[in-house]
């Protein structure tokens, strides 16, 4: 069964600045679906952003994925399923400074797009709000789908066995990050910078431009420190801390967040669960001094390992020892999170960090490496001791060593066939009509249109 990729659905930004931005007074409707539209212009916007982005993609494609998304939010409006405004709010804004990075700070964005970003926020809710109720009605459809051991075994029975995929080298890894940390007089000096400017706002400098001119976290500081509304999952406890302590037009004091450096902010509107804010964040170089520590402590705890080569001695020394919050609580193992309801422990070679299969290329299953130098993708370095737990060589699928893989695939392609039936069905109880130009240019869409509207003319719109 074919997969709907709903290519739309993370496209919606670009179109709305093609809408916007449209002068010719009539627009073609490229497809009536029940009572709602699909407009020729909307299909150009995405396909435009489609091509910038690198995307493989096709008109085709296009229409038919917004035809499905407006099947899916007509429904979603029958079994009253809806989304928070809270939610839209936290889409757009999530959207907004994604495109305000891009486009190079927030005043080259308004200068593309002929307006305010706030009045570009009440223009592209509406899509947004109709993305996030087809995205919910989807997973409505499916939630209540479950893959047990049987369905795996007669997924697998059916796989043509001169067609099964052979698996890529795995391996088990773990490790033991060693991260530099400065001292209390190394970090008190940029501290001292963030009170400095702390008062200044308190004096009256406009906050904004201090966010801009001073402020190191780079995914805010061009837009003046606004972070838009957050909820309290979108940033550290400490951060959240003070933005949902404070009330609006409140300052914070300078507080520190072990893993960024010395923030503070100040709260400019509450809505709800979600908090307006800004705000100028410092954040402390590595020092010499700080990484020579940290190779000290690595040195040390090799030394421990080297005398005892206990695999559990290896997990109780990432527990203790490692400042790598995400794998020292389970023996330091490396996940792979590319399962659909799984993760594991087995990392295909290929999707190694470099700097590790590099490490663990010339090791044997048990070694434990001496401490190397890691620089993670944000460019932060620190020490790392790793360990090679198991090898699984390349290998045709099997059920012995591939169960949860299998089970991913199963539960990938109950999911599909789950949606095309239902989308299947959907299709005979809505009328559905397509332009000529796209109903006989796209095979994709042969089985779409309602038989009754076939033969009806083209139709011509008002522009959104």
Same mark, same amino acid.
């Given at each position: ?21 449209r ?13 709602s539209?699909?407009?020729q212009? $909307? ?5 435009a ?7 493989n ?12 998304t ?8 029958i079994?009253?399923?809806?989304v928070?405004?809270?939610?839209? $709010? ?26 305010? =970003? ?5 223009e ?11 995205q919910? !009605? ?5 939630e209540?789908?479950?893959?047990t ?17 052979t698996?890529?080298?795995e ?5 033991i ?24 706002v ?23 420190g606004?972070?838009?509304?957050? $909820? ?6 400490e951060?959240?801390g003070?933005a ?5 037009g409140e300052l ?6 072990p893993?960024?450096?010395f ?10 669960e979600q908090?307006h ?14 990484? $020579? ?11 421990l ?29 490396? !996940?792979?999170?590319?399962? =659909? ?10 999707k ?26 944000q ?19 099997n ?14 392609d109950?999911?599909?066939?789950t ?21 006989e ?8 249109a309602? =038989?009754?509207a076939?033969?009806?003319?083209t ?6």
């Amino acid at each position: 069964m074919r997969k709907f990729g709903f290519v739309v659905l993370g496209l919606v930004l670009f179109t709305s600045v093609a809408n916007a931005q449209r002068k010719i007074p009539l627009d073609k409707i490229v497809a009536v679906i029940g009572n709602s539209i699909v407009l020729q212009s $909307d299909i150009e916007g995405m396909n435009a952003q489609a091509l910038y982005q690198g995307a493989n993609t096709n008109k085709c494609q296009l229409v038919q994925d917004q035809i499905a998304t407006k099947i899916l939010v007509q429904q979603a409006a029958i079994d009253s399923i809806e989304v928070k405004d809270d939610d839209i $709010d936290a889409e757009i804004d999530r959207r907004v400074r994604y495109s305000v990075r891009q486009a190079g700070g927030q005043d080259r964005l308004e200068q593309f797009l002929g307006r305010s =970003v706030l009045q570009y926020k009440e223009e592209i809710r509406p899509e947004v709000r109709e993305m996030l109720i087809a995205q919910k !009605m989807r997973a409505h459809i499916t939630e209540k789908l479950n893959t047990t051991p049987q369905d795996v075994r007669d997924y697998f029975r059916k796989l043509p066995k001169d067609s099964l995929p052979t698996f890529n080298k795995e391996v088990e890894v773990a490790e033991i990050v060693f991260e530099p940390k400065l001292n209390k007089a190394e970090k008190d000096v940029y501290r001292e910078k963030a009170q400095e400017l702390l008062d200044r706002v308190k004096k009256g400098d406009d906050f904004g431009a201090l966010a801009t001119a001073y402020s190191q976290d780079p995914g805010t500081a061009p837009q003046g420190g606004d972070d838009g509304f957050i $909820d309290r999952n979108m940033y550290v406890k400490e951060f959240t801390g003070w933005a949902f302590k404070l009330k609006a037009g409140e300052l914070s004091p300078v507080f520190e967040s072990p893993d960024y450096g010395f923030f503070f902010l100040q709260v400019l509107e509450r809505r709800g669960e979600q908090v307006h804010t800004r705000h100028i964040l410092i954040s402390p170089p590595i020092t010499p001094e700080s990484l $020579d520590r940290a190779k000290g402590r690595a040195d040390t705890i090799y030394n421990l390992l080297d005398k005892n080569r206990k695999v559990d001695f290896f997990a109780s020394a990432a527990s203790f020892y490692s400042d790598n919050k995400e794998t020292k609580y389970n023996g330091g193992l490396l !996940m792979n999170a590319d399962g =659909v309801d799984s993760r594991t422990s087995y990392i295909p070679t290929n999707k190694l960090d470099p700097q590790v299969e590099a490490v663990i290329d010339t090791m044997k299953v048990g070694g434990i490496s001496k401490p190397v130098l890691f620089t993670d993708r944000q460019g932060k370095k620190s020490y790392r001791i790793f360990y090679l737990k198991s090898v699984v060589d390349a290998h045709k699928a099997n059920l012995e060593q591939d169960f949860a893989k299998i089970k991913d695939f199963a539960t990938s392609d109950k999911v599909n066939r789950t949606i095309a039936d239902w989308f299947a069905k959907k299709r005979k109880e809505t009328y559905i009509r397509i332009d000529p130009q796209f109903q006989e240019g796209c095979p994709i869409l042969k089985n779409w249109a309602s =038989v009754d509207a076939a033969a009806q003319p083209t139709v011509s719109s008002q522009a959104k």
